[in-house]
T-cell receptor, first 111, second 114 residues
Framework: GEDVEQSLFLSVREGDSSVINCTYTDSSSTYLYWYKQEPGAGLQLLTYIFSNMDMKQDQRLTVLLNKKDKHLSLRIADTQTGDSAIYFCAEMYNQGGKLIFGQGTELSVKP | EAGVVQSPRYKIIEKKQPVAFWCNPISGHNTLYWYRQNLGQGPELLIRYENEEAVDDSQLPKDRFSAERLKGVDSTLKIQPAELGDSAVYLC????????????FGQGTRLTVV
């Protein structure tokens, strides 16, 4: 069955790098995603990676994919207080447009 | 360009009452999703539409939930009657197609059943 797991909390100092990790189960996933959710808001798509890629960089964001271990990570460089939010990892399940989300990682950035 | 618009933002109802949520997807997006997000959890798909057709409603509790997407644009999700356990945020999302890479979410409707 499909399942996505994330650690629940991460706390970093402003200016440090943050690394949020995720594991998934569906080896046929075509795309893997990172969404950001601020309090009271919907989900904002941050970035995504195609399953045949190992890495994708987009400004301060770096996504690493280890398909063998079914492990996805999101690195945020120079983390700012505005990055404080809940980050969701998601996989596109069975190529059918259905996103399977993890339970979210709450990132807290301290000044 | 307007994003996905949902209304209302908040709704408080008593149990056993009906409730409806409305979603207007991004113009031109053929695929529309309704997700439910329980407190402290990630969203879970309730139903997916390709134009007017519900192509995946396997997670929709059909005894009390219903949805429609007339004319393949706006959509309404209804609960009747609501139960205490239905308290959650109901999120609507849209994408160009079902296999498209990017799904865009609305701000959600926070439902509280008392």
């Amino acid at each position: 069955g499909e399942d996505v797991e994330q650690s629940l909390f991460l706390s970093v100092r402003e200016g440090d790098s943050s690394v949020i990790n995720c594991t998934y189960t569906d080896s046929s996933s075509t795309y893997l995603y990172w969404y950001k959710q601020e309090p009271g808001a919907g989900l904002q798509l941050l970035t995504y990676i195609f399953s045949n890629m190992d890495m994708k960089q987009d400004q301060r964001l770096t996504v690493l994919l280890n398909k063998k271990d079914k492990h996805l990570s999101l690195r945020i460089a120079d983390t700012q207080t505005g990055d404080s939010a809940i980050y969701f990892c998601a996989e596109m399940y069975n190529q059918g447009g259905k996103l399977i989300f993890g339970q979210g990682t709450e990132l807290s950035v301290k000044p | 360009e307007a994003g996905v618009v949902q209304s209302p933002r908040y709704k408080i109802i008593e149990k056993k009452q009906p409730v409806a949520f409305w979603c207007n997807p991004i113009s031109g997006h053929n695929t529309l999703y309704w997700y439910r997000q329980n407190l402290g959890q990630g969203p879970e798909l309730l139903i997916r539409y390709e134009n007017e057709e519900a192509v995946d409603d396997s997670q929709l509790p059909k005894d009390r939930f219903s949805a429609e997407r007339l004319k393949g644009v706006d959509s309404t999700l209804k609960i009747q009657p609501a139960e205490l356990g239905d308290s959650a945020v109901y999120l609507c999302a849209s994408s160009l197609t079902g296999s498209n890479t990017e799904a865009f979410f609305g701000q959600g409707t926070r439902l509280t059943v008392v």
